[in-house]
């Protein structure tokens, strides 16, 4: 292999490094969940945490991250407050804080006031604030003034919204996907000015609540994917907000999509079910035809399923990570399971990855850390956070960060490098 020019491994590297800090939308990134990381710990203490701070509401929603500040949003129900919170990651001191106030309206028990995740760019924090008398897409700059908001639709469904925007290039997309009453459609907007560039109406039949994300075939433009029970998993140009293929995959019984699309090379991964019925993970992969791409199905997945949380795809492996507590990995290349195991707990929130480790954070605070190296479900250690908890964990650098439903958590893993399993094989 020729021998890159030093510049050009400089930047290299550098690149690398400003991508390590980076956890800018629902999962990280494009969703993945992954993290290049190396020194995460699986065991730590409360007297371990770098800094752990009080929040002024409670949010299903997770953190974001550019550099050294963190964004997210909580609610405060009773005083009828919404905040969103820019944290200095090193410190845990609140750099500013905006509050909005909103009418309280009906949502599952279950749910929040705050669950949208906000999405960062370098220039920008986008929060989408849903209710059932109306809706607001806000860009704020990373100094905490609002550059522009947009008037959405209302939101109607009984168990509340819970979209999360993402960032695409120039463009903030909206997956908006409610039932028979309300305005179901995908838009794209200027994130610089929050103009309209495209929306797609959809048919309302069951409110969804996926995130979407990017696919990138060889040798063509990216793909925009976005996944419906009803719809099943759709590509679409982000440019033009083109329709370039859609597949029905998931079938006509009583389910909902709320985990996300994530991508594995050219396998694109969804998921649809329903609590205690039918749920399906199923990997398709676009091919173009004369000029027309055509989807087939890969393999499908139907036993130990998840509801709620994301697939997560490390390397090779496919995990799934279920709302009641099992964890299962699959070859990601063909579905077929290599090993299944029970760490028990209730999921709402998402696994996340890093250097081989696994984190699943049940609805206690209870988070367990499974070996994602290993040829065998193996548990490497449970941590209490002593609260309860519904928010994916964000990454960066060397750090991770917990949201529970008082407390936000910052555990530093270069400090802990006696708790830190080695390096996978």
């Avoid at 020019?5 to 629902?26: G, M, V």
């Avoid at 905006?98 to 309206?105: C, L």
């Avoid at 990017?214 to 440019?239: C, E, K, M, N, W």
């Avoid at 709302?323 to 999921?347: E, H, L, S, Y």
């Amino acid at each position: 292999m020729p021998r890159l020019p030093s510049l050009l491994l400089i930047l290299l590297t550098c690149q690398t490094a400003f991508a390590e800090k980076q956890w800018d939308r629902f999962r990280g990134p494009n969703g993945s969940g992954v993290s290049n990381s190396a020194k995460l710990p699986a065991t730590w203490s409360p007297q371990d945490y770098k800094w752990s701070i009080k929040l002024p509401g409670v949010g299903h929603s997770s953190p974001v991250i550019w550099n050294q500040r963190l964004f997210t949003t909580v609610a405060d129900r009773e005083a009828g407050q919404r905040q969103l919170l820019c944290v200095d990651i090193k410190s845990g001191k609140v750099v500013w804080q905006k509050n909005y106030a909103f009418d309280p309206f009906k949502h599952n028990k279950q749910n929040s006031s705050a669950t949208h995740t906000p999405a960062v760019d370098a220039e920008r924090i986008y929060t989408l604030w849903q209710t059932n008398t109306g809706s607001l897409l806000r860009a704020l700059d990373h100094a905490g003034n609002e550059v522009w908001q947009v008037d959405l639709t209302s939101y109607h469904g009984g168990h509340g919204p819970g979209t999360s925007p993402i960032v695409y290039k120039d463009l903030v997309i909206v997956c908006n996907e409610m039932g028979k009453v309300g305005e179901s459609y995908l838009l794209a907007l200027d994130s610089s000015t929050g103009k309209p560039r495209w929306r797609i109406d959809r048919i309302g039949d069951r409110a969804c609540y996926s995130t979407p994300c990017i696919y990138q075939p060889a040798g063509h433009d990216p793909h925009l994917i976005f996944t419906h029970s009803y719809r099943g998993i759709t590509g679409v140009d982000p440019a033009n907000g083109k329709q370039l293929w859609a597949v029905d995959v998931f079938g006509t019984h009583n389910q909902r999509a709320i985990g996300s699309p994530v991508v594995a090379g050219s396998l694109i991964i969804g998921s649809s079910g329903f609590t205690s019925g039918i749920k399906h993970v199923v990997a398709v992969q676009p091919t173009l035809e004369e000029e027309q791409f055509s989807v087939q199905e890969v393999y499908r997945v139907s036993k130990t399923v998840p509801h709620v949380p994301t697939p997560l795809v490390y390397g090779e492996k496919m995990f799934l990570w279920t709302d009641t507590g099992i964890v299962g990995c699959f070859n990601v290349a063909n579905g077929k399971v290599q090993w299944q195991g029970r760490v028990g707990g209730t999921f709402y929130s998402s696994p996340v990855c890093a250097s081989g480790l696994l984190y699943g954070v049940d609805r206690d605070g209870l988070v367990t850390v499974v070996d994602a190296s290993a040829s065998t479900f193996t548990i490497l250690a449970r941590n209490q956070l002593g609260d309860a908890c519904a928010a994916t964990p964000a990454i960066s650098g060397d750090s991770i960060f917990f949201k529970t439903h008082s407390r936000l958590i910052c555990i530093d893993g270069s400090q802990l490098q006696s708790k830190t399993r080695k390096p996978p094989r």
